[in-house]
């Protein structure tokens, strides 16, 4: 068996931010994350990198935050959570469904070997694009298009995570996913700012 690739091996940054990202790690803990690699990866990439420039002060609590079109940023812990549930080992193509600014995207890109990301809007898609080059985070393809569709072109993929909820699972993204990979989805009628 060969050693899966890990894109992105960032250290954990040090100072005032750091204990920000210590209590949110408590905050994810205690909501039932155990994985060892997704907390570590929460460690690794600063979420302060990935939010607009008036919300930095907010970047380590445990709350969604506004970006445009009248979206919100996955908050940390859901995100954890997520990621945990799709048991990811190192070698995996994972399908990101919304990518907002980058965050979730670039810890994905610390845990599964290609990360392939659709956002709808393309403002957002180049931001993320941006965030994720100036943390150096590589391994991931970012394209802009309707994320319901999945990208066939790239299929199958090995886990399949989407960011928003919706009333139901689009069958493309269940017909995308490998046999046997986790396809982790929230349901109901979506959020909004808050």
Request: aromatic fraction near 4%.
């Given at each position: ?8 091996r960032?250290r ?7 204990a ?7 905050v994810?803990?205690?909501q039932?994350?155990?994985?060892g690699?997704?907390?570590?990866a929460?460690r ?8 607009p ?42 399908l ?12 994905l ?8 990301s ?6 957002l ?9 100036a ?10 298009g ?7 072109e ?13 009333p ?14 986790p396809?982790?989805h929230?349901?109901g ?6």
């Amino acid at each position: 068996m060969h050693e899966p690739k890990v894109p992105y091996r960032a250290r954990p940054a040090a100072g005032p931010a750091s204990a920000g990202r210590e209590a949110l790690l408590r905050v994810i803990e205690a909501q039932g994350v155990r994985d060892g690699r997704v907390l570590d990866a929460f460690r690794r990439v600063p979420r302060a990198a990935f939010v607009p420039p008036g919300w930095l002060e907010h970047a380590y609590e445990d709350r969604p935050i506004p970006i445009p079109h009248g979206q919100v940023t996955t908050q940390p812990s859901l995100i954890a959570r997520m990621v945990a549930g799709l048991r990811l080992e190192g070698d995996e193509r994972v399908l990101e469904v919304g990518t907002g600014l980058g965050f979730q995207t670039a810890i994905l890109a610390t845990l599964a070997r290609e990360v392939f990301s659709i956002e709808r809007f393309p403002d957002l898609a180049e931001e993320a694009r941006r965030n994720l080059e100036a943390r150096g985070i590589g391994g991931v393809t970012v394209v802009v298009g309707d994320g319901t569709r999945g990208l066939p072109e790239h299929a199958p993929f090995q886990a399949t995570v989407v960011s928003a909820a919706a009333p139901s699972v689009p069958e493309p993204l269940v017909e995308q996913l490998a046999e046997g990979g986790p396809l982790v989805h929230p349901l109901g009628p979506g959020g909004s700012e808050t």
